[in-house]
């Protein structure tokens, strides 16, 4: 057990409709990751926050947003969905900003389903 | 159309070998490079890591190689178990915070 937790564990949903994953860093971590897991693309970095600020961008789409709160959750946004959204989604923290040797943890991740 | 999904490497080894599990990256310029296992159904879990000025980093039963020459990156197991069955991923630090993963290993180990 890494100490990130992320709810809901499954999600089915349709298309066009919007999801919110949340994620629970480990506790004293201070950045929190998002990555995408998909067959086709294997492992993706979305997005990072540090302590309630955007820190880093990666590959993430207009329709996906998120945000880390003063209690340092996060929350990942996915708006208008598409089949193509379906995919595991995983949160991972770490104590600093994003430091070379900052280990990212990660949560055991939010399988959605977009039907 | 059908899309395709990625075709993993997969490496079968007996109860009690070594395994070794390569791994190319893309950036001559990255720092930092972790090895992570992601068995079924749960997030990826750090196994090593090493930074670009060392070549050789030695963990429990597990030790990583970096060839900066030829950007390349390996995963020795050690006695390997039937736990160790899982997808061993490669990633590298490619910006601040960001990593870059590679496609993963499929490794399997035979009682």
């Known amino acids: 057990d890494s100490g990130v937790t992320q709810t809901p564990k499954h999600l089915i949903t349709a298309t066009g409709q919007r999801v919110t994953l949340r994620c629970s860093p480990r506790?004293?971590?201070?950045?929190v990751y998002w990555y995408q897991q998909s067959l086709d693309q294997g492992l993706q970095f979305l997005i990072q926050y540090y302590n309630g600020e955007e820190r880093a961008k990666g590959n993430i789409l207009e329709r996906f947003s998120a945000q880390q709160f003063p209690d340092l959750h996060s929350e990942l946004n996915l708006s208008s969905l598409e089949l193509g959204d379906s995919a595991l989604y995983f949160c991972?923290?770490?104590?600093?900003?994003?430091?070379?040797?900052?280990?990212?943890?990660f949560g055991p991740g939010t399988r959605l389903t977009v039907l | 159309g059908e899309s395709v999904g990625l075709h993993l490497p997969t490496l079968s080894v007996q109860e009690g070998d070594n395994s070794i599990i390569n791994c190319a990256y893309s950036?001559?310029?990255?720092?930092?490079f972790i090895w992570y296992k992601q068995e079924s159904g749960k997030g990826p879990q750090f196994i090593i890591d090493?930074?670009?000025?060392?070549d050789k980093r030695q963990g429990q039963r597990v030790t990583v190689l970096l060839n900066k020459t030829v950007k390349h990156l390996s995963l020795q197991i050690a006695a390997t178990q039937p736990g160790d069955s899982a997808v061993y991923f490669c990633a590298e630090m490619t910006g601040y915070g960001k990593l870059t993963f590679g496609q993963g290993t499929i490794l399997t180990v035979h009682p």
């Open positions: 090493i930074r670009s000025n060392m």
């Open positions: 950036n001559s310029a990255s720092d930092y």
């Open positions: 506790s004293g971590d201070l950045s």
């Open positions: 991972a923290s770490s104590v600093h900003r994003g430091h070379p040797t900052d280990t990212q943890y």
